[in-house]
Each structure stands twice: as structure tokens, then as C-alpha cells.
């Protein structure tokens, strides 16, 4: 399976998931404590999560907790774009986090190459954005609209997921989005009491049926959080059940904050299931790989 982001295309082999970075430059992420004062800070960030094996940066401003309000418009361009902008000119594939086609349009303008839009495209324009600028597009799951705390009556989940991002792909396809430009997420923790989002999770391997590579965005979910009762920087073993659960059951992409150790556990997982020789990142002369040094 392929999928486009802008110039680039992006080739996705069965069972080789790609990692896309979280980079949180907001004062109100739902998971992450980090912040970067300058724009320098954030970049070294975001070439610190290349180097540890993101191949993705999926930039927000926005949090999608309900308990803070937008800021304006003009406030998140003004964060977002000049980040953008540099990552993009280090040829990073970069992904904006947003719901508002305003920022939006000045981020694909500045370089990023996928639209992550956490509202399920509750506004048609976003997606006439991308069929203009060949930018990819994410596709989720949701019946709140953005910074909305609401839990809808499922009679089922699993089915409601399905339907609607069958509903939304035609849409964003009449709109003149190419198939290949779309990204489906299932929005975990959206609109979802923990445990529906562990049944959509459960059934993940259904959404094979739409023909389109699965955004897998489990890390330090909510969901984890009540299953562990463990605190939102305290969910990286709950992660990474969940992206092997994802991945086993067909995702694509893994969106995670923690990438080092996400893509540890990733060449780890390919390198066993392989049946070939195995590339090996380490050096053998490198004591450091053998031992703790002595003290």
C-alpha cells in the first residue's frame, strides 16, 4: 500500500509500520509535559525524533483536551508555521495536528505534507485543501466536534467507525481527494469511553475492508490509562501492547510520543518474525552494547 504526502510518496509493506513522532509545541498537551520556548528548540526536537527513527513529525498546537479553550487562529498560524516550515526544508515529512482549514491552508503553504485533522473532517474545505495541494489526509473517527467532551450512545461502536469513515472517505474522494492522499484513524479516546475504544481496538483488522492504510494512535491513550490506572507519562508499557495489538492487526503507521523506544521494540518485532539475516544497528567492538562499565 501506498500513501501520498505531497511530493513525496510514501511505500507501506505489509508488517513494516512507519513511526510518526509526536511534536507538542502547545502549553496544554493531554500527555506530554515538554515544552520549547523557541523555534530552535523545537526544531532540535524534531530532528532528535528523525534520528530516532521517526520518519513522520506530526506537529500540534491544540491539545484535544476539553478543559482548555482554542486559542485564536492567528495565534496558532503564527506557532505552527515557521516549525513547519523549517523541518520541511530539512526534508522532513512533516503532519500538522489541527481541525481549522484557516491554519491549515498556511501550513500546507509552508511545507507540511499531511493534514492530521482531528475533527473528522467537519469542514468539506479541508479537504478541498488537499485534493489542491497533494497533501495526505487523516481521516478520523469522531462524533464530537473539537474540544467537545461527548459520548455518544453506540449501539455499536465498531460499526459506527466503520460507517462513517466509509462516509467521509467518499466525501473527501467527491471533493477530489486521490485515494492514495488518505489516512484513516479510528480516534481512539474521540468521543469514546475507554472501553469502546477498546472494542474499535479489538476489531481494528474490519477497517481492511476501506482499502487504505491505518494511522494507529494509541500512545499514553486514556483508554490505557483506566485499563493501568497509570498516569499519562507513565503508559509506555500500555503503549506498547497496544501498538503491537495495532500493528499485528494491520496498522501502517504507529503516532506515538515515545520514538526511541517505540522503534527499538518495532526492529526488535521485525527482526524475530524475520527468517533472514537480521541488520544490526550496534558495532561489536562497542563494549557499551555488552556491559555496564565498571564503576
Same mark, same amino acid.
Given at each position: 500500500?501506498?500513501?501520498?504526502?505531497?511530493?513525496?510518496?510514501?511505500?507501506?509493506?505489509?508488517?513494516?509500520?512507519?513511526?510518526?513522532?509526536?511534536?507538542?509545541?502547545?502549553?496544554?498537551?493531554?500527555?506530554?509535559?515538554?515544552?520549547? #520556548?523557541?523555534?530552535?528548540?523545537?526544531?532540535?526536537?524534531?530532528?532528535?525524533?528523525?534520528?530516532?527513527?521517526a520518519e513522520?513529525?506530526?506537529?500540534?498546537?491544540?491539545?484535544? @483536551?476539553?478543559?482548555?479553550?482554542?486559542?485564536?487562529?492567528?495565534?496558532?498560524?503564527?506557532?505552527?508555521?515557521?516549525?513547519?516550515?523549517?523541518l520541511s526544508?530539512?526534508?522532513? &515529512?512533516?503532519?500538522?495536528?489541527?481541525?481549522?482549514?484557516?491554519?491549515?491552508?498556511?501550513?500546507?503553504?509552508?511545507?507540511?505534507?499531511?493534514?492530521? #485533522?482531528?475533527?473528522?473532517?467537519? #469542514?468539506? &474545505?479541508?479537504?478541498?485543501?488537499?485534493?489542491? &495541494?497533494?497533501?495526505?489526509?487523516?481521516?478520523? *473517527?469522531?462524533?464530537?466536534?473539537?474540544? =467537545?467532551?461527548?459520548?455518544?450512545?453506540?449501539?455499536?461502536?465498531?460499526? #459506527?467507525?466503520?460507517?462513517?469513515?466509509?462516509?467521509?472517505?467518499? =466525501?473527501?474522494?467527491?471533493?477530489?481527494?486521490?485515494?492514495?492522499?488518505?489516512?484513516?484513524?479510528?480516534?481512539?479516546?474521540?468521543?469514546?469511553?475507554? =472501553?469502546?475504544?477498546?472494542?474499535?481496538?479489538?476489531?481494528?483488522?474490519?477497517?481492511?475492508?476501506?482499502?487504505?492504510?491505518?494511522?494507529?494512535?494509541?500512545? @499514553?491513550?486514556?483508554?490505557?490509562?483506566?485499563?493501568?490506572?497509570?498516569?499519562?507519562?507513565?503508559r509506555l508499557?500500555?503503549?506498547?501492547?497496544?501498538?503491537?495489538?495495532?500493528?499485528?492487526?494491520?496498522? =501502517?503507521?504507529?503516532?506515538? *510520543?515515545?520514538?526511541?523506544?517505540?522503534?527499538?521494540?518495532?526492529?526488535?518485532?521485525?527482526?524475530? @518474525?524475520?527468517?533472514?539475516?537480521?541488520?544490526?544497528?550496534?558495532?561489536?567492538?562497542?563494549?557499551?552494547?555488552?556491559?555496564?562499565?565498571?564503576?
Amino acid at each position: 500500500m501506498k500513501l501520498r504526502l505531497g511530493q513525496r510518496t510514501l511505500e507501506l509493506p505489509s508488517g513494516e509500520p512507519v513511526v510518526m513522532g509526536i511534536l507538542n509545541i502547545g502549553r496544554d498537551s493531554v500527555a506530554d509535559s515538554r515544552s520549547f #520556548d523557541s523555534v530552535e528548540q523545537q526544531v532540535a526536537r524534531g530532528l532528535e525524533l528523525v534520528g530516532a527513527g521517526a520518519e513522520i513529525i506530526d506537529i500540534g498546537v491544540l491539545s484535544g @483536551r476539553t478543559d482548555t479553550a482554542p486559542i485564536p487562529v492567528e495565534e496558532e498560524i503564527d506557532a505552527l508555521c515557521p516549525l513547519v516550515q523549517a523541518l520541511s526544508a530539512e526534508g522532513i &515529512s512533516v503532519s500538522i495536528d489541527t481541525w481549522r482549514a484557516e491554519t491549515i491552508a498556511a501550513a500546507v503553504d509552508a511545507g507540511a505534507a499531511l493534514i492530521n #485533522d482531528t475533527s473528522g473532517l467537519l #469542514d468539506p &474545505s479541508v479537504a478541498e485543501i488537499a485534493a489542491a &495541494s497533494g497533501a495526505g489526509l487523516v481521516v478520523m *473517527h469522531t462524533r464530537a466536534a473539537p474540544k =467537545q467532551e461527548y459520548f455518544p450512545s453506540y449501539t455499536d461502536p465498531v460499526a #459506527d467507525v466503520l460507517d462513517f469513515l466509509r462516509e467521509r472517505v467518499t =466525501q473527501a474522494v467527491e471533493l477530489g481527494v486521490a485515494p492514495e492522499q488518505i489516512l484513516l484513524d479510528p480516534g481512539l479516546d474521540y468521543a469514546k469511553a475507554p =472501553q469502546e475504544s477498546i472494542e474499535v481496538l479489538r476489531n481494528l483488522a474490519g477497517l481492511a475492508v476501506l482499502e487504505r492504510p491505518i494511522l494507529l494512535a494509541v500512545s @499514553r491513550k486514556y483508554f490505557i490509562g483506566m485499563v493501568a490506572n497509570a498516569l499519562p507519562e507513565e503508559r509506555l508499557a500500555g503503549t506498547l501492547a497496544a501498538v503491537e495489538f495495532g500493528v499485528s492487526a494491520g496498522a =501502517q503507521i504507529v503516532r506515538v *510520543h515515545d520514538v526511541a523506544q517505540v522503534s527499538q521494540y518495532l526492529r526488535t518485532r521485525a527482526a524475530l @518474525r524475520g527468517d533472514g539475516e537480521v541488520a544490526m544497528l550496534g558495532q561489536r567492538e562497542d563494549d557499551r552494547l555488552k556491559w555496564i562499565a565498571p564503576k
